[in-house]
């Protein structure tokens, strides 16, 4: 069996671009995978197409040679944007070597560990703690256990969170967008942010997961001022207070607080991450399946988390085949914890219209399909739908 093609469709997804991409073969079996880049689509898409003179007329199951090659041969090793498109080859390459076995991906890898994957869902913090409770509320009703909000006053509080809408948590919020972490903050914010999760605590009950998203917005004194805020809430996590590049200030915010910190969706492969876990930087791994390299990439990742004594939440407020092929990963580790989906109407229409055969959630878990693959089919009949969105952002 012998690549033959690879091809890129670059599909808007509500708030964000998807790259879905396909590795065809002489076999007539197609591998599928999906990469999101916010921002960078285009960029990722071209990279992906640049791999094409590497990969054509190979045996595509020579999956970890051609990681290794693809990584090592671009000379300009490392980091997310190099990264994203190995990933996507990389997946499309395990679905490939699944579908030749008739197995599910989770079974090529030594799955399953587990037959459903805990999900949490985004929850837009709204311009209130009165709002975000209500919201809390909400998620708890469509089924979720676990919730993450984008760090409140800073995100939140444009999203149409009525029901339908995109429940994405990550849009403008009172403060300005331009904030950089090294300039003054009012020192009330913080028992403002407070009053949020004390009311989506009691919104959600002591069970509800409640996890934040920080973005990597804050300095390492703020940091501190924000978790000591929180320390009574019961918090399931705070993710990324400070920026992604220094594992000396992350490691000091974990150590002078109590709740876990979660890190790692801006890491890509296991020297990306090796320092953060060897300094003890982090409780909670999230790097990007369809960014941190793929289905190889991640396994080796999430061993060397286990050899640390931390789980693993894989980012991934990505397009329904993402959250498919995290799924298939999930089933395969031991040390895994829970997942990212966005969880809203709008992504599930999305899915039900890109997949054939989506996945299912019962009691807060997604089932892991058992079909050959990913264990779903995609629908290229529906990309005419998903007309590609401009790329624009901020921190």
């Not at 399931?236 to 150590?255: F, G, H, Q, S, Y």
Request: aromatic share 8%; with cysteine.
């Amino acid at each position: 069996m012998k690549v033959t093609d690879i091809k890129v469709d670059i599909l808007g997804m509500d708030f964000r671009n998807a790259l879905i991409v396909r590795v065809e073969t002489d076999a007539g079996i197609t591998g599928w995978a999906e990469t999101v880049m916010k921002r960078w689509s285009r960029s990722i898409a071209e990279s992906i197409l640049a791999i094409k003179s590497y990969l054509v007329g190979k045996d595509p199951t020579a999956i970890e040679n051609h990681w290794e090659k693809i990584y090592r041969d671009s000379f300009w090793v490392g980091g997310p944007m190099h990264s994203a498109s190995l990933s996507a080859i990389d997946c499309a390459l395990w679905d490939i070597l699944a579908k030749e076995h008739g197995l599910p991906v989770h079974k090529m890898l030594g799955g399953p560990t587990r037959d459903r994957v805990p999900v949490y869902c985004h929850c837009p913090a709204g311009s209130s703690p009165e709002g975000f409770a209500q919201n809390v509320k909400r998620c708890k009703q469509r089924g979720y256990h676990a919730i993450k909000t984008t760090l409140p006053l800073f995100y939140g509080a444009e999203v149409n969170a009525k029901e339908g809408g995109s429940d994405y948590s990550g849009t403008n919020g009172a403060i300005p967008r331009s904030y950089r972490e090294t300039e003054y903050l009012d020192a009330s914010i913080w028992a403002r942010i407070a009053e949020f999760f004390i009311a989506a605590r009691e919104a959600g009950g002591a069970e509800m997961g409640l996890a934040l998203d920080c973005h990597g917005r804050l300095n390492l004194k703020n940091a501190r001022q924000l978790c000591r805020a929180l320390e009574d809430v019961g918090m399931m996590w705070i993710e990324e207070p400070t920026p992604p590049e220094n594992a000396d200030v992350l490691a000091e915010v974990k150590r002078e607080t109590p709740i876990p910190i979660a890190a790692g969706e801006r890491w890509a492969t296991i020297y990306g991450v090796r320092e953060f876990l060897h300094k003890g930087a982090v409780d909670i791994l999230q790097c990007d399946l369809v960014v941190c390299g793929g289905i190889t990439g991640l396994k080796k990742i999430a061993a060397l988390a286990e050899a640390h004594y931390v789980g693993m939440a894989p980012h991934n407020p990505n397009g329904p085949l993402a959250t498919v092929l995290n799924v298939q990963f999930a089933a395969t580790i031991p040390n895994y914890v829970i997942l990212e989906t966005i969880g809203s109407a709008a992504d599930q229409r999305v899915a039900e219209m890109l997949l054939k055969g989506p996945l299912v959630m019962e009691d807060g878990s997604l089932i892991v399909p058992t079909g050959p693959g990913w264990g779903t089919t995609v629908n290229p009949e529906a990309f005419s739908r998903f007309p590609s969105l401009p790329e624009s952002g901020w921190r």
